[in-house]
């Protein structure tokens, strides 16, 4: 079983940065492709970035192309998201998930708990 631990959300600003981390612990990380979603009240869960195993597919919804960054660190087991230039339609509960298949698209199969990003105007 994966477990996947969130951190880094928090009040802030338009326009400043954010760096959300996720570690993840009782699984082979380096075999997962990795993602970051978002929900907003309201609103669907979206997937905002991912990143196969070894990074070499990335993808980004369009919203947050040339804002958000996505990363990973297979010896920390741990996968990134830097957020810059944050608007408020970014707010929303953000979840890193892992995806055992390599598809970064896929079916993601296993969640963190979520960290709040709110970012206020």
């Known amino acids: 079983q994966v477990q996947l631990v969130e951190s880094g959300g928090g009040l802030v600003q338009a326009g400043v940065s954010l760096r959300l981390s996720c570690t993840a612990s009782?699984?082979?990380?380096?075999?997962?492709?990795m993602g970051w979603f978002r929900q907003a009240p309201g609103k669907e869960r979206e997937l905002v970035a991912a990143?196969?195993?070894?990074?070499?597919?990335?993808y980004y919804t369009d919203p947050v192309k040339g804002r958000f960054t996505i990363s990973r660190d297979n010896a920390k087991n741990t996968v990134y998201l830097q957020m810059n230039s944050l608007k408020p339609e970014d707010t929303a509960v953000y979840y890193c998930a892992a995806e055992t298949r390599n598809i970064i698209k896929g079916e993601y199969d296993y969640w963190g708990q979520g960290t709040q990003v709110t970012v206020s105007s």
């Open positions: 990143i196969s195993r070894s990074a070499i597919s990335i």
């Open positions: 009782g699984g082979t990380f380096s075999r997962y492709a």
